[in-house]
């Protein structure tokens, strides 16, 4: 398959609109999830560990066993 001057004109112009976008979930998922496997690993919870850093949710997982599981408050989240 062959990709023709105005296919890629057209990738240029998917990737200058949704990339800003793609950078901000990817940020955002990264965030997330890097705080939760902190805390699962620091409570010793191996089983969440892995869960958590196999499955991709965009952060969903990872909010939930923070403020449904361990039951944290925003401000418990960055501290000891």
């Not at 890097?34 to 969440?48: D, K, T, V, Y």
């Amino acid at each position: 398959m062959r990709i023709s001057n105005s296919d890629f004109g057209s990738w240029i112009g998917v990737l200058a609109v949704f990339g800003p976008w793609l950078a901000v979930l990817m940020i955002w998922s990264i965030f997330w999830k890097g705080l939760a496997l902190w805390h699962a690993g620091r409570r010793g919870q191996p089983w969440w560990f892995v869960i958590m850093l196999v499955v991709n949710t965009v952060g969903i997982l990872e909010i939930i066993y923070l403020f449904a599981v361990l039951k944290l408050k925003f401000s418990e989240l960055f501290g000891k």
